[in-house]
């Protein structure tokens, strides 16, 4: 059963399908994001299993149909959906997040009114290392956007699904490509778990990763590992050669207080 409201101007979204997340980490999200606005927002879940997730998710279907259909290669094309023309009947401006994201810090400054323009994380060269000079890269991690606006990333997408899929390696690089005007958050208000607070080779041994610095508002977990692996005690979190033994403080909190 599906839980749709009136809808509200502004609203975070994610999207969850198969069994790679559970609904514990929605409500995780959902209980961060609350925690950290002062904005009135409805948070909504795109997914294919609505079971276990908090009274105030509004759960839809994934516009999408088949998703065994999709192709079992690297990203997120599920994604793409979140430019169906059918999501303007239950949102309006959409601040979109990955399930496996952090918010540590007041994410106000993500609900601007964000026009005509996609906002979209910056990965590569630029956020890797924090400098505007590098060229950016699109990523479907975070993104602010009217619903309205871009809706034909989707009806190019499905006039030909073969040849998103043949020449794009993966979904980001398709909205990259489709999306007519795009700007990027500032760099200081999201870090990469993985490239700037997990420690070095050899030092993860003894020291364990990180803080956020104090502007950052949210934590990107792009990929392995995922934030429930490293906050869980006993389960080892890195690939060798990275030990992945040691645990940030600061996250094991996060995730026992919101998860409570």
Known sequence: MWRMRMIVKKS?????????????????LLRAAKNNSSTDFQFVCLTDDGNGLDDEVITLPIPLGDLSEM????????????FHPSLSKYMEQVLFLDIDTIICGNIDPFFDDPKD??????????????????PAQPATGMMSYNVGCHKNIFETFARDTESAYNDNG?????????????????????????????RQYLVDLFLPPKEPSVETRMVA?????????????????ARFPRSGIQRPGWLVDYWNYYSA
Request: charged share 20%; aromatic share 16%; hydrophobic share 40%.
């Open 12 to 28: 975070i979204v994610t999207i969850k399908w198969g069994s790679e997340f559970t609904s514990e980490h929605v409500n995780i």
């Open 71 to 82: 192709p079992k290669s690297e990203g997120a094309w599920p994604k793409i959906c979140l």
């Open 117 to 134: 323009t996609l906002w979209m994380l910056s990965c590569g060269l630029r956020w890797r290392n924090f400098d505007n000079a590098l």
């Open 170 to 198: 993966v979904e980001q690089q398709f909205v990259g490509a489709n999306a007519t005007k795009i700007n990027y958050f500032p760099l200081e208000y999201i870090q990469s778990f993985k490239y700037h607070l997990r």
């Open 221 to 237: 977990f792009h990929g392995y590992p995922r934030p429930s692996q490293v906050a869980t005690v006993g389960e080892k979190w």
